[in-house]
């Protein structure tokens, strides 16, 4: 089912939600949306509202909108529980040369990644949101993944799934994360893609 402007976000209140779909496709855009709506519409505590935002920033590729974090989109989200990381993360097919540069690149995003949410898991809140989760899943778990996701009673993430990020070197990494992000699809009760 595809998700849009109208759908009802009461609805995702207590559940696990996946938004997924190719690059510029409002994936992030609709989860500044939901924090919007949770915050301003439920006036849930900005404190009880944990975001892991795992995109790099703002850059354009072949024409196209890549990454983007949340509060480019809804800078009222800093009020919320950001766990940050030092640094930035890498978008590995996209600045990478060579098979070891992505390897290196994806080992360094894993590594900042891992530290914010093992950071989370420690002190859970009752919602969770994370932005761009395919990062992740370039060399981590789904099971990981879903144990963290579980700790929260409303969970709201987003992942690209598509074609349109890929480089001559890149093809295994695709073809690795499209099988993680299909098999988080199946788990996540609440599935939509934004294509």
Request: proline content about 3%; aromatic content about 12%.
């Amino acid at each position: 089912m595809k998700f849009s402007k109208k759908f009802d976000l009461n609805n995702l209140i207590g559940k696990k939600t996946l938004i997924y779909g190719e690059t510029n496709t409002g994936k992030t855009f609709y989860t500044a949306k939901f924090i919007q709506f949770l915050l301003e519409i439920k006036k849930i505590n900005p404190k009880d509202i944990s975001i892991l935002d795992f995109a790099p920033k703002l850059a354009y590729f072949n024409n196209l909108k890549i990454g983007g974090r949340i509060q480019d989109y809804y800078e009222n989200c800093l009020i919320c529980n950001n766990i940050n990381f030092k640094g930035e993360i890498i978008p590995p097919r996209l600045k990478a040369k060579n098979k070891k540069e992505i390897y290196d690149h994806m080992c360094h995003n894993f590594n900042k990644i891992y530290e914010i949410m093992e950071i989370y898991n420690s002190s859970p809140t009752s919602v969770l949101i994370i932005n761009d989760i395919s990062l992740f899943l370039h060399l981590g778990g789904n099971k990981y993944l879903i144990n963290t996701i579980n700790k929260s009673d409303t969970f709201f993430g987003n992942s690209y799934y598509g074609s349109s990020i890929s480089s001559k070197f890149s093809k295994q990494v695709s073809i690795r994360e499209k099988r993680k992000v299909e098999n988080l699809i199946k788990i996540v009760e609440n599935s939509f893609t934004t294509t």
